[in-house]
């Protein structure tokens, strides 16, 4: 059987992942089925938030592990919050609450942002860690929209689509967003090992 462990705590994250990985992994795992087992993200940088999550858990399981760290950057907020999204505040709602303060009274134009995503996959059996990456660019709405999601989705708006990634189904946000970028080349690596 071919498991997975997505090291993370956060379900939504959690289910958004494995959607788009279940033909290729028969179980998944996430770190709130290892009662007492936390990761902390202290990294200075994407990259080494998500190589820490992915190495300690993979190694400490056995288990092949794929880890995600991703942030907001805003160009009005000179790239804040960054590495340190997950901790702008307690919940998505204080930090999205933050966010909108913060850009009280800039318009819309000027709210320029994008999300960036790095996935981390470890096998722990081979000892060797791959790096994906992805980027969405877009706006930070006026305000929120939409039910679906979770984090910033309710205010990050894609142009394109005249929407917030809030408002877009799981199916249609997996296409376009950060997140879906990485674990797509993440999934053709791992189609073409298999090949």
């Known amino acids: 059987m071919r498991e ?14 494995r959607a788009m990985l ?3 992994f028969e179980r998944f795992y ?12 202290d990294g200075r940088s994407y990259v080494e938030n998500a190589m820490k999550k992915a190495r300690k858990a993979g190694g400490r399981f056995r288990i092949r592990a794929l880890a995600d760290d991703s942030g907001l950057e805003v160009d009005f907020l000179s790239g804040r919050p960054g590495a340190l999204s997950s901790r702008y505040g307690a919940t998505d709602e204080e930090r999205i609450e933050r966010l909108l303060r913060e850009l009280e009274g800039v318009p819309l134009e000027r709210r320029g942002a994008s999300f960036k995503a790095y996935i981390v996959y470890f096998d722990p059996f081979k000892e060797r860690h791959h790096i994906f990456f992805g980027r ?7 305000k929120r929209k939409g039910g679906n999601g979770f984090g ?5 708006y894609v142009p394109e689509l005249g929407k917030t990634l809030a408002q877009l189904e799981r199916e249609e946000k997996a ?4 997140r879906g970028k990485a674990l797509k080349c993440l999934m053709d690596y791992l189609i073409f090992l298999r090949s």
């Not at 910033?152 to 990050?156: A, G, K, L, N």
């Open 4 to 17: 997975l462990l997505i090291a993370t705590g956060n379900r939504g994250k959690f289910e958004e992942i």
């Open 22 to 24: 279940c033909g290729l």
């Open 30 to 41: 996430y770190l709130k089925d290892f009662e007492g087992f936390e990761l902390e993200e």
């Open 136 to 142: 969405l660019n877009g706006y930070i709405a006026l």
């Open 152 to 156: 910033f989705d309710p205010v990050f």
């Open 175 to 178: 296409r376009i967003s950060h």
